[in-house]
């Protein structure tokens, strides 16, 4: 007792958590500010999309199925290459150092040209459908210019499965053997990340 106030031994246990909570707290609005960004981006860009698709002439932007595909397919290493870019800055913008950004820049990539090399193992020997195999995975790269982060990246990945699988059947790829190819190609990358942060949430869960 000191000047009539008792003085009470804080917790260690409660001192150690609290840098955690303050942690958790700064990731959490920093994660909210993010996801206001894209918002407002994906609105923005969605809207000039529109805008600028209603402008270009039909051989720009073709009217049929093919031809869509393949300015697509043109279109998506470049959105991948976006979305490298937008990884490294995300990462670097939340403490970490330079090295661990590139580090999954060069993941991306690697996982990217594993999932060429399943579809074009899968498809057939002659080379019209490794073209079609070479098509529908430029076509699946298009979701990752919005692939940031690692949840935005497994959302990435499936809407590319998607996209693959239709520019597939598209182009007269049987449905099973294209649902096959897809599977193989996307399914364990899908399966590894879906892993990965199910242990990272497990992990903070714990600390929390």
Excluded at 106 to 131: F, G
Excluded at 152 to 177: D, Y
């Amino acid at each position: 007792m000191r000047n009539g106030t008792a003085m009470v031994a804080r917790d260690p246990h409660e001192m150690a958590a609290t840098p955690l909570r303050a942690f958790a707290r700064a990731a959490s609005a920093l994660f909210e500010s993010w996801r206001r960004l894209l918002t407002r981006t994906l609105r923005a860009s969605s809207n000039a999309l529109r805008s600028a698709a209603r402008r270009l002439r039909p051989t720009v932007w073709p009217s049929d199925p093919l031809g869509r595909e393949r300015v697509a397919a043109r279109v998506g290493p470049v959105a991948f290459g976006i979305g490298l870019v937008m990884t490294v800055v995300v990462t670097v913008s939340q403490g970490e150092p330079l090295r661990s950004g590139l580090a999954r820049a060069v993941t991306m990539t690697l996982w990217a040209l594993a999932r060429l090399a399943i579809l074009v193992a899968l498809s057939d020997r002659d080379p019209r459908a490794r073209q079609t195999a070479q098509a529908a995975w430029s076509i699946s790269l298009v979701p990752f210019a919005m692939g940031a982060t690692p949840a935005l990246r497994v959302l990435a990945l499936a809407a590319g499965a998607t996209l693959a699988h239709v520019a597939l059947r598209s182009r007269g790829v049987p449905s099973s053997r294209a649902t096959g190819m897809v599977l193989w190609a996307f399914g364990g990358q899908l399966a590894v990340t879906a892993t990965a942060l199910i242990v990272l949430g497990s992990v903070v869960l714990v600390a929390w």
